[in-house]
């Protein structure tokens, strides 16, 4: 038989059969019980996909799901993975001149915490009001390398928290940023406010409720900062302890501290004189502090305000490891000119270079603003200046050597909110996060910085601290 003949049998077999496909119902002929089916042309010609061979190993495109996938190969030695993490990565931090290894020296004084204890000052705009996202990493850190208590808290607690319940007297109180009345000889301290004691007065603190964060619900000494004259004592457990001053470097500032002994829940301290209060103190006898320092509506310049005699003596009094700057959200909608982007940008170069000045083995770390909403004919979208605002904002870090991290990026840029808010993690003002959207920004937070401590123990050949405790704040989604 010729060779035409038979290829000419093939093609007429093929065609018949691709008329069968055409014709043939797709629901099949039904013939009593039996079905007759036929498969289309569709499923004839459609080319079936090839299945991973593994998929445990598929790299995956979300970013959260790439950054756990990195994290595995990062345990298991592939510095690749790092590195691309790095470069990358939206969640990445962005190291001063690309330098992977500028948080050794933290890494290094938090694993000697228990030896020579240190803290962590967060300071940052509405976004941390009520221990937000600083208490997750509070909990993750003195999980690992101890410490215990929330820190310094107002003498005044303006806008309550989540892990601690203060009661304050009624007391002439003042603000650095716009909270309230102001000072004209910038006294404030650290936290950038001020109680004016005239007489006597009771302060008192106790733990909440607050479920995960055990190492906050505890403490094992206070201290009150302040200046003037006067005594206190504090009282817990019955037992009442008068505090000294625990000064190591002098000055105006006082540091008058009471040993309460074991660890306790409650505290209260009774103080008599003329004093200028900046705040009180619940820490743990060793290990990492971390101080929470929300300023409502504040950009973050306002720390060269402060007089240098009440702000300094905290820097020289403590060993701060880390300090935490979040700001930017609020000066997003007024960033519409250039020269009031400079100006921000100049007044920012100020306050790290004070902050430089006055801690300068501190490392620091920048955080910009989330994602922010707004309408435009009638819709929401971002901010049309807030990457220009994020833009100038990397240029401080750049210009100032400090780290940067961009929670904008970070949380899925462009429009994210929107998701966010649809998600529940953020409020229907389409700025600020819910409690259980705060949780996420603190996971994501501790992520990456877990992500170079790790790279950092893997360097010196060390075995990673276990940071293993439970997720503070997403077991409850209440705004």
């Known amino acids: 038989m010729k060779a035409k003949v038979i290829v000419g049998f093939i093609f007429g077999v093929l065609a018949l059969l691709a008329l069968v496909c055409w014709i043939f119902p797709e ?25 991973a061979a593994d998929t445990a190993n598929a790299v995956p495109t979300d970013p959260d799901e790439l950054f756990a996938f990195q994290l595995k190969n990062m345990s298991t030695d592939d510095q690749r993975a790092f590195m691309e993490f790095c470069q990358s990565n939206p969640a990445r931090f962005h190291m001063p001149d690309s330098d992977l290894t500028y948080f050794d020296a933290l890494f290094e004084a938090m694993e000697n915490a228990k030896a ?32 215990s208590g929330v820190g310094i808290v107002p003498a005044v607690q303006s806008v309550g928290t989540l892990t601690l319940i203060q009661g304050s ?28 004691l005239s007489g006597a007065a009771t302060f008192s603190f106790r733990s909440s409720e607050m479920d995960g964060v055990p190492h906050s619900k505890t403490f094992s000494k206070v201290t009150m900062v302040c200046s003037g004259t006067g005594t206190a004592s504090a009282n817990a457990g019955g037992m009442t302890v008068e505090m000294r001053d625990a000064s190591i470097t002098g000055g105006e500032v006082k540091f008058l501290t009471a040993a309460l002994g074991s660890p306790v829940k409650k505290v209260s301290v009774s103080a008599r004189g ?51 700057l979040q700001y930017g959200g609020n000066s997003v909608p007024y960033m519409k000119r250039e020269k009031q982007m400079r100006g921000y940008k100049q007044s920012l170069i100020a306050q790290v270079n004070l902050f430089k000045e006055m801690s300068p083995d501190s490392k620091i770390l920048f955080i910009g603003p989330a994602d922010m909403s707004t309408n435009v004919k009638g819709k929401k ?12 904002l990397e240029e401080v870090c750049h210009e100032t050597g400090i780290a940067f991290w961009n929670l904008y990026e970070a949380m899925g840029g ?18 600020h996060f819910t409690r259980e959207g705060a949780g996420k920004v603190s996971d994501m937070l501790f992520n990456t910085y877990l992500m170079y401590y790790r790279f950092y123990c893997k360097r010196l050949g060390k075995t990673p601290k276990n940071f293993d405790t439970p997720q503070p704040q997403n077991q409850q989604a209440a705004k």
């Not at 007297?169 to 716009?178: D, E, G, I, Q, R």
């Not at 009180?280 to 402060?306: A, E, K, W």
């Open 169 to 196: 007297p009624k007391l002439p109180h003042y603000f650095a940023y716009n909270m309230g009345d102001h000072l004209s000889n910038g006294r404030y301290g650290v936290i950038a406010q001020v109680a004016k």
């Open 414 to 431: 462009y429009n994210s909110m929107l998701r966010w808010v649809d998600a529940n993690l953020a409020g229907k003002d389409y700025v």
């Open 27 to 51: 629901d099949g002929i039904k013939i009593g019980n039996v079905t007759l089916e036929f498969p289309t042309l569709h499923e004839v010609l459609a080319v079936e996909h090839e299945e």
């Open 116 to 147: 020579e204890p240190m803290r962590i000052l967060h300071y940052g705009d509405s976004q941390i009001e009520a221990d937000r996202i600083s208490m997750g990493l509070r909990e993750r850190f003195q999980t690992a390398f101890g410490g």
């Open 274 to 324: 003329n004093m200028e209060v900046f705040g009180f103190m619940l820490d743990g006898n060793d290990g990492i502090s971390v101080d929470n320092v929300p300023m409502r509506g504040c950009s973050g310049t306002v720390f060269t305000q402060i007089s240098r005699k009440t702000l300094e003596p905290y820097f020289k009094h403590n060993k701060i490891g880390l300090i935490i």
């Open 381 to 392: 979208q971002t901010y049309q200046q807030l990457e220009s605002t994020i833009k100038i």
